[in-house]
């Protein structure tokens, strides 16, 4: 059923590497034409552009884009006290875990008389983008929302798609989960329209009884339009990442499980058609029974002709190696989303891995634990981009200013190293702007008046 790519016995650079590897396209450019009226339409007219791209896009429009406290709190009611337990255990574990990552302020003497202070200071007002196409995603209300509470920022706001079965309201469990995470601003408005509209807002007050303030950045993952949008927003507001289709790569050997594997390789691919899963393996034989498992266990989920669909296409696959050192490369080379490692010393392995937005180590620490109750963040960078950035944090909420202090002493003793380094670059006025604070410089004289 998985393509295979075998690299035994052949020596590929990096680059090479990464053109033989299983890799999806989503091409976001190729989306912009379609997407800058949607941004220029919702910068113009703000929550009555968005209502009639929720009719048309969603196929309703609902009440009012805040959606009511009543509405939110009938939904946390309706939960089942098994759903409800899971939330709340969840949203325990990754706040335990966030709440950790918060660095502390530092202050450091470079001189006598000289400090640098570096602050860390959350950003004020963040926007939340939880998907609801083609399934529920509450835990990614608690991926985001936690992180940024555990950062300090003051104002949430959640956007989700309205949803047709729900009278035009986001799917219940999301509104639950705001509501036990104590978020009680939530927006129904979906897709491109949701990234423009907390982008600008719509603080007119004519079509809301609130005022839909903007946001200072906008987080979460999302199809190929609200990425599209959030490459065209950039410039007004932070973003996370551009999130490309989930992946998950499998770096195991012969004493790897097949069954389980299998199983976390098809758990991936019921995301989304486009969705990416790859195994690596030294094994010939394991790499055989992956396989046959795969294909005489997907069809038996629910969302088997996507599994199918993902798990054909040309970003999944098997790549064969001579050797996990071998297959330490491809999977630095690859980037994972999600890696799991799978091999005689898992943990040994792991520790080889440089590149990938988190790593799963042994057979019992599964990419669907990390999905939802690990504690750790499942917003990750993918494509790969864990090549260079990180996965959702509660540093993504926060930003470092730097706090510079000097007496008259400290100037003085390092003025001669400013004044030499800005006559170097040509910028003597850099210097002059040093030298007027201890010497007895001529007053300027005045301008000669225009006639």
Same mark, same amino acid.
Request: hydrophobic share 45%.
């Given at each position: 059923?998985?393509?295979?790519?075998?690299?035994?016995g052949?020596? +590929?650079?990096?680059?090479?590497?990464?053109?033989?590897l299983?890799?999806?396209?989503?091409?976001?450019d190729?989306m912009?034409p379609?997407?800058?009226?949607?941004v220029?339409?919702?910068?113009?007219?703000?929550?009555?552009?968005?209502?009639?791209?929720?009719?048309?896009?969603?196929?309703?429009?609902? =009440?009012?884009?805040?959606?009511p406290e009543?509405?939110?709190?009938?939904?946390?009611a309706?939960?089942?006290?098994?759903?409800?337990? $899971?939330?709340?255990?969840a949203?325990?574990?990754?706040?335990?875990?966030?709440?950790?990552?918060?660095?502390?302020?530092?202050t450091?003497?470079? $001189?006598?008389?000289?400090?640098?202070?570096?602050?860390?200071?959350?950003?004020?007002?963040?926007?939340?983008y939880?998907?609801?196409?083609?399934?529920?995603?509450? @835990?990614?209300?608690?991926m985001n929302?936690?992180p940024?509470?555990?950062?300090?920022?003051?104002?949430?706001?959640?956007a989700?798609?309205?949803?047709l079965?729900?009278d035009?309201?986001?799917?219940?469990?999301?509104?639950? #989960?705001?509501?036990?995470?104590?978020?009680? !601003?939530?927006?129904?408005?979906?897709?491109?329209?949701?990234?423009?509209?907390?982008?600008?807002?719509d603080?007119?007050?004519e079509?809301?009884?609130?005022?839909?303030?903007?946001?200072?950045?906008?987080?979460? +993952?999302?199809?190929?339009f609200?990425?599209?949008?959030?490459?065209?927003?950039? #410039?007004v507001?932070?973003?996370?990442?551009?999130?490309?289709?989930t992946?998950?790569?499998?770096l195991?050997?012969?004493?790897?499980?097949?069954?389980?594997?299998?199983?976390?390789?098809?758990s991936q691919? !019921?995301?989304?058609p486009?969705? =990416?899963?790859?195994?690596?393996?030294?094994?010939?034989?394991?790499?055989?029974?992956?396989?046959?498992?795969?294909?005489?266990?997907?069809e *038996?989920?629910?969302?088997?002709?996507?599994?199918?669909?993902?798990?054909?296409?040309?970003?999944?696959? *098997?790549?064969?190696?001579?050797?996990?050192?071998?297959g330490?490369?491809?999977?630095? $080379?690859?980037?994972?989303?999600?890696?799991e490692?799978?091999t005689?010393?898992?943990a040994?392995?792991?520790?080889?891995?440089?590149?990938?937005?988190a790593?799963?180590?042994?057979?019992f @620490?599964?990419?669907?634990?990390?999905?939802?109750?690990?504690?750790?963040?499942?917003?990750?960078?993918? @494509?790969?981009?864990?090549?260079?950035?990180?996965?959702?944090s509660?540093?993504?909420?926060?930003?470092n200013?730097?706090?510079?202090?000097?007496d008259?002493?400290?100037l003085?003793?390092?003025?001669?190293?400013?004044?030499?380094?800005?006559?170097?670059?040509?910028l003597?006025?850099h210097?002059?702007?040093?030298?007027?604070?201890?010497?007895n410089?001529?007053a $300027?004289?005045?301008?000669?008046e225009?006639?």
């Amino acid at each position: 059923m998985l393509t295979i790519t075998d690299l035994r016995g052949r020596t +590929p650079s990096v680059a090479q590497l990464r053109a033989a590897l299983p890799r999806g396209a989503a091409d976001v450019d190729s989306m912009i034409p379609t997407v800058q009226p949607v941004v220029t339409d919702i910068k113009a007219r703000g929550a009555a552009a968005a209502h009639e791209f929720s009719e048309k896009f969603d196929g309703i429009r609902p =009440a009012s884009i805040r959606v009511p406290e009543n509405i939110i709190a009938a939904a946390t009611a309706s939960l089942t006290a098994e759903v409800r337990q $899971a939330l709340e255990e969840a949203i325990r574990r990754v706040r335990a875990f966030h709440e950790a990552q918060k660095p502390a302020d530092m202050t450091l003497e470079v $001189a006598p008389g000289g400090t640098l202070t570096e602050r860390w200071i959350p950003v004020e007002r963040v926007g939340l983008y939880v998907p609801g196409g083609q399934a529920v995603y509450p @835990s990614s209300v608690i991926m985001n929302a936690v992180p940024a509470q555990a950062a300090g920022c003051s104002s949430l706001v959640v956007a989700s798609p309205p949803q047709l079965d729900n009278d035009g309201w986001p799917h219940p469990t999301i509104l639950a #989960a705001c509501d036990l995470l104590g978020v009680d !601003e939530v927006w129904a408005v979906g897709g491109a329209q949701a990234v423009a509209l907390l982008a600008y807002g719509d603080e007119t007050g004519e079509t809301e009884a609130q005022p839909l303030a903007p946001v200072d950045m906008v987080t979460g +993952p999302g199809n190929i339009f609200v990425t599209a949008a959030k490459r065209l927003c950039r #410039a007004v507001v932070g973003i996370d990442s551009e999130a490309g289709p989930t992946e998950i790569a499998v770096l195991a050997d012969h004493t790897a499980d097949p069954i389980a594997v299998a199983y976390d390789m098809i758990s991936q691919a !019921e995301h989304d058609p486009m969705a =990416a899963s790859v195994l690596i393996t030294d094994s010939e034989d394991l790499a055989a029974a992956v396989d046959k498992e795969i294909t005489a266990r997907y069809e *038996i989920t629910l969302n088997a002709d996507r599994v199918r669909e993902a798990l054909t296409g040309p970003q999944s696959g *098997i790549v064969l190696v001579d050797d996990m050192a071998q297959g330490v490369d491809v999977a630095n $080379a690859y980037a994972a989303e999600h890696l799991e490692v799978h091999t005689a010393d898992s943990a040994a392995t792991a520790a080889q891995i440089t590149n990938a937005g988190a790593i799963f180590v042994g057979n019992f @620490s599964p990419v669907p634990l990390g999905d939802y109750a690990a504690g750790s963040n499942h917003v990750l960078p993918t @494509s790969g981009t864990a090549r260079y950035s990180s996965g959702l944090s509660t540093h993504t909420f926060l930003k470092n200013v730097h706090v510079i202090e000097y007496d008259e002493t400290a100037l003085k003793d390092i003025a001669p190293t400013v004044i030499a380094l800005a006559d170097a670059e040509r910028l003597p006025a850099h210097g002059e702007a040093i030298r007027a604070r201890f010497e007895n410089l001529p007053a $300027a004289e005045p301008a000669a008046e225009q006639e």
